[in-house]
């Protein structure tokens, strides 16, 4: 990941309630349901994505650390500290990202104001292997930057299968 201190217009971290394995990022007047694969896509991929919305997969139902970079430029693809690697395009019109957890009450949902258009999304998963057998304990934490971008495809760019995480890149 590129330097913060030269690429980040502004760096945050915070902890969310990945109810359901999951928190989003989205765009605040987004309105569109879920789809029925979401859930699939999630479990597959661990990114799941609608017009408007990014769901990003946990591997604890837990509060998680979450970190979020708006950079000036896109980052390097130096994956070799993280055990997951997912891209994906999000129009933001409303010059608003939303951060929620699903059972969230929108309203009250971390708000980031950005300049209205579209952007492309890398979420890096972290830690993957350190969650205890019962599922409550870890050291799993996620980062999300976002930088400005024409729309592309989702791209898993590296894999984790648990306990191996390998190169597609």
């Not at 359901?20 to 765009?27: G, I, N, R, T």
């Not at 972290?126 to 050291?139: A, F, P, Q, W």
Request: aromatic share 12%; proline share 8%.
């Amino acid at each position: 990941m590129p330097d913060p201190e030269t690429n980040s217009l502004f760096p945050y971290t915070c902890t969310i309630f990945a109810d359901y394995f999951q928190f989003y990022l989205q765009d605040e007047q987004m309105e569109e349901d879920i789809p029925d694969d979401w859930g699939d896509q999630l479990t597959a991929q661990m990114i799941a994505i609608t017009p408007g919305i990014i769901g990003i997969g946990t591997a604890r139902n837990m509060t998680v650390p979450v970190r979020i970079d708006l950079l000036k430029t896109r980052p390097d693809n130096d994956f070799a500290s993280w055990d997951h690697v997912a891209e994906a395009s999000l129009e933001i019109p409303s010059g608003q990202l939303v951060l929620a957890g699903p059972v969230d009450y929108l309203p009250d949902a971390k708000r980031f104001p950005v300049t209205p258009g579209n952007y492309r999304a890398r979420i890096y998963y972290g830690g993957l292997d350190t969650i205890s057998e019962n599922g409550l304990e870890g050291e799993d934490h996620y980062s999300v930057v976002l930088w400005s971008d024409e729309y592309a495809e989702p791209e898993i760019l590296k894999k984790w299968s648990q306990g191996n995480a390998k190169e597609i890149v």
